[in-house]
């Protein structure tokens, strides 16, 4: 039977691997957001739900079983890419490890979110262990926020040289693509992002936003780069192009709660 083509064009299918962010500002919810506004099919499946309780976030991991079931469920589908997201038991990384192993030919994107807190850091360094060794390698591109680069290269970044230091590292550490989402922590103007691949590095530069409400602009990032990826278009120009999707939503945040807002991207591209 052959399938139907919407908009003159037939629709991919992107899958996230993550947890759902009550707020709809990160996790799943904005990945398939995201994945729906570049003209993409998106599915997902959770490995953790994210409840707030007075400030206080909690993360619930789902089991092992439930997880492996999700997986199983989505044996005969043709994927055209995946995004990786919040992982936070090491199980959950071994069995996301042998979904992708029996998808070798599929672009892999891989947002390596740390959300325990400093003081667990045998937990944390667990967690790094498990993403460097077992996905990292198997990701087409990794997409760390400033924060997380630090930890996975074990160095601080303060400016543009020590962004790009980790940048390379990272590279060279998971034989892919990495982009460090600067942010707009490091001092000047603009925000910068960093693109290694081995010793080549671009930089992506926009001017830092003003906005408050930008929780899951990073998740939104990385979903960008899994729709764009879906339908092969280059690495570089997908940054590119990613990044100016997370501005434009940057410019259009919500508010969801009291002083508490999301990204949130009107309008296809």
């Known amino acids: 039977m052959e399938r139907k083509k919407e908009g003159g064009r037939m629709k991919k299918k992107v899958l996230t691997i993550g947890g ?11 990945d398939l957001k995201t994945f729906e506004n570049h003209q993409q099919f998106g599915l997902s499946i959770l490995t953790s739900i994210v409840t707030s309780n007075e400030g206080q976030f909690e993360i619930h991991s789902l089991t092992h079983e439930l997880l492996d079931q999700q997986l199983l469920s989505l044996d005969e589908v043709i994927l ?17 490890k042998g979904f992708l192993e029996a998808h070798p030919t599929i672009p892999v994107i891989f947002d390596p979110v ?3 807190k400093e003081s667990n850091t045998l937990r944390n360094h667990a967690l790094i262990e498990g993403f460097m060794t077992d996905l990292a390698p198997l990701a087409t591109v990794m997409t760390p926020n400033l ?9 601080s970044i303060t400016n543009k040289e020590t962004l790009t230091k980790a940048a390379k590292k990272l ?10 989402k600067g942010g707009s922590r490091l001092a000047g103007p603009d925000a910068i992002d960093c693109l ?13 936003q003003t906005n408050q409400f930008e929780n899951g602009a990073g998740c939104a990032f ?25 501005y434009q939503g940057l410019q259009t945040g919500i508010e969801v709660a009291p002083n508490f807002g999301s990204f949130w991207h009107r309008s296809s591209i």
């Open 20 to 30: 759902s962010d009550p707020f709809a500002g990160g996790g799943i919810q904005t």
């Open 80 to 96: 055209a890419a995946i995004k990786i997201g919040l992982l936070t038991e090491l199980d959950h990384i071994k069995q996301v």
């Open 114 to 116: 740390l959300v325990m």
């Open 147 to 155: 924060d997380e680069a630090e930890q996975l290269a074990k160095q």
């Open 171 to 180: 590279s060279q550490l998971s034989g892919g693509a990495v982009v460090i």
């Open 196 to 208: 290694a691949i081995g010793e080549k590095v671009t930089y992506f530069q926009r001017a830092k």
């Open 222 to 246: 990385s979903a960008s780069l899994a729709a764009q990826l879906a339908d092969e278009v280059p690495l570089e120009q997908a940054v590119r192009q990613a990044k100016e999707y997370v």
